[in-house]
């Protein structure tokens, strides 16, 4: 039993010594690997930065995609390499804080270069890249930040019935009028990207200058209904970059309109009023490549709107004093315009300096 115990003893302490001895080998390899698979990874980083630029600048041609496929291959034989020749190299090695495997590490760099390859394959043959690397330019900073934007009014349509009633019997005669003058306008919005997906969100506000009168005439040169100053909007706007130059979206928002009711009969009576209302529209928002001012993208929109006003009143005017007034309106609004984006066009990859591969593990 003694001579047993003894000599477990002695395989026990020389295990231990064999552990010891081996510890600093076992170090020196993990600092040689370290060293090999950063080098791997920065030359595999650098060539992604070429490969993002390549795309960025359009479709390549066959021989520039041969060429990262070439480099891509290299790479995934440098891996292999230290699979077969480092010991540690699959799983944990002791100098690397947090925990993980040199392995992972390179096998994820590498298939990333591979669907950017796959992107730039792609490009080649339908002349637009597929795959979610073309998703890039939207998770960008395109139609992001603040921007300063002046329209046209194309149209907007006034659908306004005005209602007459006799104070004493409360007797109602309706008129219904249309009218679709032209104005100018400007617009400020703030838009984020949530989550830096294709999303944007923000808020709105514009300001629309028309002079657009809505009568019912009649006999005489006599008239009753309304004539518009202003009307000012603000709320949210939200939708999705769909494409790298287009922006589609929708817009809630609560309006106000300054306009003057006008009862001209025997004399002429005014009053001044602001009206709320509620909008809600749509629209489509593009960037031509070339369009920029000192580096900040310039966009088109065209933009459609509907406002439901509030009822506006007139009691008793001077001009009519045996009756009350009021004016329904609806507007249809057709928006045509350029956008100014203070902030910066969709962003580059930035650069990094290429890094020699260190040449093949050897046997």
Known sequence: MRRNFAAAFTLTLAGAGLALASAPALSQVSDKTDFQVQNLLKAGQGLEVEMFKAEGSGCVSEATIKAFEARIQRLSDERDSLTLHVPDFVNFYPNRVPWESPNSLLNDEIYELRETLFELKTCLIFGQPIGRH??????????????????????????????????????????????????????????????????????????????????????????????????????????????PDLFIYGLIGVSWLNENLNVNFATAATSNVTIPGVTVGLGGECRPASWQIAGHPVTLFAQYQHTWWNTANFYAPASSPAFDYAFKREDDTVKLGVNFYFGAGPAQPPSTPTYPVKALVSK
């Open 134 to 243: 073309s998703l890039r330019w939207r998770t960008s900073s395109a139609f992001t930040e603040l921007s300063l934007g002046t329209y046209v009014i194309g149209l907007n349509r006034a659908d306004q019935t005005s209602i007459e009633t006799l104070r004493s019997t409360d007797i109602q005669k309706f008129f219904h009028d249309i009218d679709d003058p032209a104005g100018v306008g400007f617009v400020a919005t703030y838009l984020f990207a949530p989550w830096n997906s294709p999303l944007r969100v923000g808020p709105f506000a514009s300001f629309d200058i028309l002079r657009q009168t809505v009568n019912r005439n009649f006999a005489g040169g006599q008239f009753l209904g309304t004539t518009t100053h202003w009307f000012a909007t603000t709320g949210l706007k939200a939708g999705a970059v769909v494409r």
